[in-house]
């Protein structure tokens, strides 16, 4: 063994002789890890006193912990988990006490039988608490002796997997070849046939029969790319390569939805298993909240962590892949943290033979969030910062608040919100002032980013947890409600969801994602059920009334043109301990690695980003000048750019033309590494170096020529005016390598099958309609090319979801084309295990305010709340709106705080391409669903505008009654840019209507 170094992986071919010394070698490890463990358990043995057991007991722990965990230990090195020897002690332990338990339980379910109701949901179950008074100790006993026996297990396979340093999955393959009944089509003609799937293999076998001879498959990569068809949601075209520079398309129609897209994640494994990049492009993460209402879980918690149970959930053949990343948060936690994160450890590891790293986890009284990734990750995970924020009873109490993680995977940035939120369903304002202060004070993510708040510092940030936002319904329409949820008719109540309803309005979670909910309500159930909503609560000021609500929410949001797609959204109907179901949400997601260029650097051209007509339309009255700032990872350091010029506009408004052309210089100027970047842009004031607004810029908007953008600016979470410029890109000669997200795509469904037994070039694959997605604060770009993806990115904020199953992937690296439309007929929808066959209608994503004119939502089915008066805005010195409205009836479509400012936005905004309802809101419509929530109700009052009063001194706007200012950074040095003068375009015409 000394003769040559130990290679990472095992040589394939061993001479007799070496095959003899690594067998001594495993050997020796074998005996170092046994003689190990066996030596600190014979110590412990050692401390322990077991005079009081009796002889039978003392010699089997004996005989175990001095000998047989040895053998365990040596059955785990080999890939063995089970501990069987483990099992035998337990069992030789509990010999009595099982039979008494066989004995006992079943006069226990005889007893619960005859004082049930007949009629009583659940009956014949043994429901834990058996009776009142005088059985309370006894099911309290059974109860303990049960967790005692699974913390021993647990905790004893953690410290022998410890010592043999057993990390799991990577010594034994956890996916089984999966096989799929599907029907070829071929010339109209449909033929039965079978795909069977052998990820660990790298093959796909095409079969005629389930049983016949596998002498036709096709190896991972010869599998060029899979099309997911957009209408028929049951098909998919796979595109493989029969010979060289040759490709031919095959289409396949699946039993149902979620087989497809278990077949298309199982191959999208293959393909980054077998890929050979040292690093991925592409991640799996698992995100769950659960409010666990101060009940200890149950065992089994693996529903959850499987994405099974109601609304979009995963195929059972996707149960055998593991995520890369699970975090989890849970609110009203009564656990100990470290207890918690065995807990979901153990739970992992049962499902995927995986010993899960922790990563981070970050605790606020009951609040808690965990971040665990593989084992192969650990060093590709940095810069990991976690941090937590009060917002209960005067921001003092740790009850209700927020914690939160962040971290770097390779040179990509995450960071993960978990909230518990104000609760009552009249408390909605209230719960919008917990999220501006979480908002505002989480300190989380890049430090040298100031300027920015969490929404901006993060390639992907998502946002779960207790929202608290209920059902904004009457009281009496309790049982109205529960008889919907049971139709499934959840669009008409979350039309009146307060979350959907302050979102569309952009009070909070301003251009945030949320998947399509398509599961009942999480909140409140009676508990050990599911059965039925307790929606009344006794309390000494009278009933309260908690309507069934979806109050556990994920959300997220990106920056523009990365690779996101959600795989599954919903909650669990197995988990009853709580009064909330837990819900699971899953995602790929696009990463970058560090660059290594393949260029010779010395010969590298210099590349650069450059600015130009950059115009800023500002909602406020300051009469200070601003510069911009340009932040990136892609530059050496943040650049100052020059003063702008202010030039009036409309009272309450001000533009600012910055009319020298501002030229960064990007450390490396590789196109691969370029166009993965992004440039966050910064309006700041000269007087205070304060920030005015800040947006994101993908580089990849300016991918072939100069392109235009017009992006909206926003601080500290609420809408403050508009950018637009142009951007272009100078870059070195390159070639970019296909991302592996590129495998699968979504088709138009147009003509696909006129040419798929044509043979033709290996790089003229099918052309998808991979939906980019561009919007990002709003943006949309214009390029000055007839290129029809400069085409295509003008669509601005369309909804990019798509009904039933048949995801969005924003792909950045593609051709975009434009979607096709949908016919008016209502999507797919899968049965629902507690309520059976459902139907649906989807609601698309809400456009931008002031591009958005939706008609009011259909609520004759519920009688219209009394609106609580509106709450005074903040008083803002710096960024206010006018006190007069120009109309007495303001349009729907403004935000009651800025009706004044949002007109005028429009007004200025006369490049921008109008909005086309998505297919959701098409088919919705036409299928006789309501529509979308407007985004401010008729006859709901407007917040009245503040005068502004002079001051002496300007006023930081971010300062409040309730929030407290924080301290500005010190003013940077900045660095000026030669001025190159443009012409520039006149001004809009005032008061233009609104179309």
């Not at 290679?7 to 490890?29: F, K, Q």
Request: with cysteine; glycine share 6%; hydrophobic share 30%.
């Amino acid at each position: 063994m000394e003769a040559f170094s130990v290679p990472p992986l095992p040589p394939r071919n061993v001479t007799p002789n070496e095959g003899r010394d690594m067998h001594t070698e495993c050997s020796r490890a074998l005996e170092t890890s046994r003689s190990s463990i066996l030596d600190t358990y014979h110590q412990r043995l050692q401390l322990i006193d077991m005079s009081n057991l009796c002889e039978e007991h003392q010699k089997a722990i004996q005989d175990y912990f001095c000998s047989a965990v040895g053998l365990d230990a040596d059955q785990v090195q080999n890939g063995n988990t089970a501990l069987p020897n483990l099992k035998k002690l337990i069992m030789a332990i509990c010999k009595s006490l099982n039979s008494e338990i066989s004995r006992t339980v079943p006069t226990l379910e005889a007893i619960q039988k005859l004082v049930e109701q007949p009629q009583s949901p659940g009956g014949g179950r043994l429901r834990g608490q058996l009776s009142v008074d005088s059985k309370e100790s006894v099911a309290c006993r059974l109860e303990q002796l049960t967790k005692l026996i699974y913390s021993i297990e647990d905790k004893t396979k953690n410290t022998v997997f410890e010592f043999v340093g057993y990390d799991g999955g990577h010594r034994k393959s956890n996916i089984p070849p999966v096989t799929f009944e599907v029907k070829l089509e071929s010339l109209g003609i449909s033929t039965k046939m079978f795909l069977k799937v052998d990820v660990e293999g790298g093959k796909v076998y095409f079969k005629k029969s389930k049983d016949g001879p596998e002498d036709k498959y096709f190896v991972h990569n010869k599998i060029l790319q899979l099309v997911k068809a957009q209408k028929m949601h049951t098909k998919v075209e796979v595109v493989v390569e029969t010979e060289k520079e040759k490709t031919q398309r095959k289409e396949f129609v699946f039993n149902d939805t979620k087989k497809r897209e278990g077949f298309c994640q199982l191959l999208q494994q293959m393909k980054n298993k077998h890929s050979g990049k040292p690093e991925p492009d592409m991640i799996s993460i698992f995100v769950g909240t659960w409010n666990m209402g101060n009940a200890n879980p149950p065992h089994n918690i693996s529903s959850w962590l499987q994405s099974k149970g109601q609304g979009k959930t995963r195929d059972d053949t996707a149960n055998y892949i593991p995520h890369d990343i699970y975090v989890i948060g849970t609110q009203e936690d009564p656990l100990g943290e470290k207890e918690w994160m065995d807990t979901v450890r153990g739970a992992l590891r049962d499902i995927t033979n995986i010993s899960f790293k922790p990563v981070a986890s970050q605790t606020l009284w009951n609040i808690r969030i965990i971040v665990l990734a593989k084992p192969e990750h650990e060093n590709r995970i940095s810069h990991i910062f976690s941090d937590s924020v009060k917002t209960g009873i005067a921001n003092a109490l740790g009850n209700k608040g927020a914690v939160g993680v962040s971290f770097m995977f390779n040179d990509t940035s995450f960071g993960f919100v978990n909230s518990h939120l104000t609760s009552g369903s009249e408390k909605k304002f209230r719960r919008n002032q917990n999220y501006i202060s979480i908002l505002r004070f989480l300190n989380l993510g890049d430090k040298k980013l100031n300027p920015f708040d969490i929404t901006h510092r993060f390639t992907h940030l998502f946002w779960l947890g207790d929202l608290n936002y209920r059902v904004d319904l009457p009281s009496g329409e309790a049982e109205n409600i529960v008889v919907k949820i049971k139709q499934q008719q959840y669009q008409e109540l979350l039309s009146r969801d307060q979350l959907n309803i302050e979102k569309g309005s952009g009070k909070i979670f301003l251009d945030y994602e949320e998947e399509e909910i398509t599961f009942p309500p999480t909140y409140r159930f009676e508990r050990d059920t599911r059965e039925k909503y307790a929606y009344t609560k006794a309390k000494a000021t009278g009933t309260k009334y908690n309507l069934p609500s979806w109050c556990d929410r994920v959300l997220r949001k990106s920056y523009p043109m990365v690779h996101v797609a959600c795989h599954s959204y919903g909650c669990t109907n197995d988990i009853m301990t709580s009064d909330h179901s837990p819900v699971f949400a899953t995602f790929d997601v696009g990463v970058t690695s560090q660059f290594v260029s393949k260029n010779d650097l010395t010969k590298d051209s210099k590349g650069a980003i450059k600015f130009m007509n950059c115009v800023a339309t500002l909602m406020t009255k300051s009469k200070t000048k601003f510069f911009i700032e340009y932040h990136s990872r892609c530059l050496e350091k943040f650049v100052k750019g020059p003063d702008g010029e202010n030039q009036e506009c409309v009272e309450g408004f001000i533009k600012v033309r910055f009319g020298t052309q501002a030229e960064l210089t990007p450390i490396i100027s590789d196109p691969e590494y370029l166009l993965d970047q992004h440039i966050l842009i910064s309006i700041k004031s000269t007087d205070s170096d304060e920030s005015y607004g800040e947006t994101c810029v993908a580089l990849r908007s300016a991918e072939h020529t100069y392109t235009e953008f017009d992006v909206i600016l926003t601080h500290h979470g609420e809408r403050t005016g508009s950018l637009t410029g142009g951007i272009q890109l100078i870059t070195s000669e390159g070639k970019q390598t296909e991302k592996l997200y590129d495998f699968i795509k979504v088709g138009d469904d147009s003509g696909g099958s006129k040419c798929k037994s044509e043979l033709s070039s290996k790089f003229s694959l099918v052309l998808p309609s991979d939906i980019s997605n561009p919007s990002y604060m709003g943006v949309s770009f214009k390029g000055s090319s007839a290129s029809s993806r400069a085409k295509d990115m003008g669509t601005g904020n369309v909804s990019p979801k798509k009904s039933g199953y048949d995801h969005s992937v924003f792909s950045p690296t593609a051709k975009a084309s434009s979607p096709s439309t949908e016919d008016g007929q209502p999507a797919e929808m899968f049965d629902n295990p507690l309520y059976g066959s459902m139907g649906k209608s989807r609601s698309g994503k809400d456009q931008e305010i002031w591009k958005d004119h939706l008609p009011p939502p259909d609520t004759s089915a519920f009688p219209k709340p009394s609106d609580p008066p509106v709450p005074m805005p903040r008083n803002r010195s710096f960024t206010c709106s006018d006190s007069k409205s120009q109309n007495p009836s303001p349009p729907t479509n403004l935000t009651p705080t800025s009706s004044t400012g949002n007109s005028i936005l429009q007004t200025l905004s006369i490049t921008k391409k109008p909005v086309v309802p998505s297919r959701s809101e098409g088919g919705m419509i036409l299928s006789g669903k309501p529509p979308l929530p407007m985004k401010s109700r008729p006859g709901q009052p407007q917040d009245p505008q503040p005068q502004l009063q002079p001051q002496s001194k300007p006023r930081d706007y971010r300062d409040s009654s309730e929030l407290p200012s924080k301290i500005r950074p010190p003013i940077r040095p900045s660095q000026m840019l030669p001025k190159d003068v443009h012409h520039e375009t006149p001004p809009p015409p005032k008061n233009r209507p609104l179309k």
